[in-house]
């Protein structure tokens, strides 16, 4: 699981940073 990016960015912008 990601760091504190996944706090700070919203669930579609992780998504497609990390892939998951």
Same mark, same amino acid.
């Given at each position: 699981?990601? #760091?504190?990016? #996944?706090?700070? /960015?919203? @669930?579609?912008?992780? @998504? #497609? /940073?990390?892939?998951?």
């Amino acid at each position: 699981m990601p #760091t504190l990016d #996944t706090t700070f /960015v919203p @669930a579609e912008i992780d @998504a #497609t /940073v990390w892939g998951n």
